[in-house]
């Protein structure tokens, strides 16, 4: 079977979820912290991790959606997720998502976990775009798209369905012309 590349930065280890991961997955996705800007509802069983993880890896050879498993080095410890979807072939764009459990917030992590995907993403998948859709009111969201040299484009009206609720969204993007290899 074919495998993620591993990306690595100084503190963290980027690898491909596999099924010892489903249980952080659960827990991830169904905190209210975590969730709160994610735009999904917390997901309803241990199953629908599992069906996450076999989404991602039938999708591999067909160059769909990735998302990897961020990995703290020193504890060989989980913390997060990051990824992308949303893609489009044909005109060279895709779209980032990514989360962290709430205690490694304001720590950097996110930066410097999206810096090797990035890189990735422009070189080796041939991407022309990268979009993040943040949720106005994620504040740190916002900033750490920003520092990796992102630009707001516009405002996405009721654009996530989280439960009840509508929520407008910010588009950001990157251009390849925009990104210095970092690694």
């Keep these: 079977m074919e495998k993620y590349p591993v990306l690595e930065t100084e503190r963290l280890t980027l690898r491909q979820l596999s099924m010892k991961d489903v249980d ?6 169904t905190s209210d912290d975590v969730l709160r800007y994610f735009g999904m509802s917390p997901i309803e069983s241990k199953d629908v991790a599992v ?15 990735m998302r990897w498993a961020i990995v703290e080095k020193i504890t060989d410890k989980m913390i997060g997720t990051c990824g992308f979807h949303a893609i489009s072939k044909a ?17 950097g992590i996110m930066g410097e976990a999206l810096t090797p995907l990035l890189t990735y993403l422009f070189e080796e998948r041939g991407m ?5 859709v943040i949720v106005p ?19 996405l009206r009721e654009y996530i369905l989280q439960g009840d609720h509508t929520y ?8 390849k012309k925009e990104w ?3 690694l």
């Design 51 to 65: 069906s996450m993880v076999e989404n991602y890896e039938q999708h591999l050879g067909s160059g769909g959606p």
């Design 137 to 155: 009111f994620n504040k740190a969201s916002s900033r750490v798209v920003e520092k990796l040299g992102f630009k707001q484009e516009g405002l």
């Design 24 to 29: 952080f997955l659960y827990e991830l996705y």
């Design 128 to 132: 022309n775009r990268v979009g993040a």
């Design 91 to 107: 005109y060279k764009r895709c779209e980032i998502g990514y989360d962290l459990i709430p205690d490694q917030w304001g720590k």
């Design 168 to 175: 407008d969204a910010h588009m950001f993007s990157l251009l």
């Design 180 to 182: 210095p290899s970092r």
